[in-house]
């Protein structure tokens, strides 16, 4: 263990004690080192160790010397310990999450925060972080024929890495983040691919993810910008631009049905995967006083979802009261509209939101 000299209050080991079976020891990555531990009267418990501030010296001096533009983006430890990139401007402040390139914060001047997060999120390197915008890849909810992978695909709980960072004219950040095929990804995915992910950071947040087969046969995969969104009240809160189209209501056994007015309302849980579908949507938020726009192309699916009351409890990151303030609009591809794609090919998924 490295000298008390090198760290603060913030970094002594912590033990909870828990109950139940005994966890298999784990190695966190850049967030905390998780061991277990018996004592004599047999009670378990859990060691969190967490990485001392000498161990990220080296990549937080790289990250900076090769990206950071001065007093607009910088690296930093995060939640957890997880790197997070932190841009502050003055047309917005946003931070995004190197694990799984996850943008959890998004804030144009003046307004309030677009994004919703979880104040239960678990920013662990092995969990996804609630709330922002995961990207599902390559497959969406439980995976086809194996339970055990995990939920979303893996996208989601891999450190990304970061390509490039530039500042525009105009004053908008730009980050490209990739993932590239590992023995990891192809124990659960045996497909060879490089996704290419685009995060623009304005006045609006344009977000763009490409996926290039580099492998010698075609595969099909399906994606997910899964945008969580703040809302005053999600009752009062509506979303449109999904009139008379074809959904599976998930809460429903997953029967087929269509949208018989414009206006999707959250009075109940709401579980929703629009089909066939490029139209753009807007959510009012009568409580917060405004509306945002979702564009979107290269996707043809879209996922309205609202855990409401039970399944929110249910959630171990998920606060109990917290989804009065949150609604998911997704731009997808899901199902039928899954990705089939040839060697060499590119696909590219686009979603851009704005206040309007």
Not at 81 to 96: D, M, N
Not at 132 to 160: N, Q, T, Y
Not at 201 to 206: E, Q, Y
Request: net charge negative; glycine share 10%.
């Amino acid at each position: 263990m490295e000298p008390a000299g090198e760290t603060d209050l913030r970094d002594w080991t912590m033990a909870l004690k828990i109950s139940g079976p005994l966890p298999p020891c784990t190695h966190g990555g850049r967030g905390p080192e998780i061991f277990n531990a018996v004592d004599s009267q047999g009670s378990l418990y859990v060691f969190a160790i967490p990485f001392y501030p000498s161990r990220m010296t080296a990549l937080f001096t790289e990250l900076q010397q090769r990206f950071s533009i001065a007093n607009v983006v910088r690296f930093e430890a995060g939640q957890g310990g997880l790197t997070r990139i932190v841009v502050t401007s003055p047309l917005v402040s946003a931070e995004v999450y190197l694990h799984g390139a996850h943008v959890t914060h998004f804030q144009p001047a003046g307004q309030k925060p677009v994004l919703w997060m979880s104040g239960q999120s678990l920013y662990q390197t092995d969990k996804a972080i609630r709330g922002g915008v995961p990207i599902c890849f390559p497959w969406f909810g439980p995976k086809a024929g194996d339970p055990s992978a995990p939920m979303h695909g893996f996208a989601r709980l891999r450190e990304w890495q970061v390509e490039s960072v530039s500042q525009s004219d105009e004053g908008a950040v730009e980050i490209t983040f990739t993932l590239t095929a590992d023995e990891q990804t192809r124990t659960l995915w045996p497909a060879e691919f490089v996704a290419r992910y685009q995060v623009h950071i304005g006045k609006t947040l344009k977000l763009t993810l490409q996926v290039q087969n580099k492998g010698d046969t075609a595969f099909t995969f399906e994606e997910a910008l899964h945008t969580y969104f703040a809302v005053g009240e999600v009752r009062q809160a509506s979303v449109t631009g999904l009139k008379a189209t074809n959904y599976f209501d998930k809460t429903d056994g997953s029967k087929e049905k269509s949208q018989g007015g414009d206006a999707v309302g959250i009075v109940a849980e709401t579980d929703r995967v629009y089909l066939n579908t490029t139209a753009p949507c807007v959510l009012s938020d009568p409580a917060n006083g405004r509306r945002v726009g979702i564009e979107k192309a290269g996707s043809h699916s879209t996922v309205v979802w609202n855990p409401w009351i039970a399944k929110s409890k249910a959630m171990v990151d998920f606060g109990d009261e917290e989804w009065t303030g949150m609604i998911c609009i997704e731009s997808c591809n899901l199902g039928k509209d899954r990705v089939e794609l040839n060697p060499g090919a590119i696909h590219e998924m686009r979603a851009e939101i704005r206040i309007v």
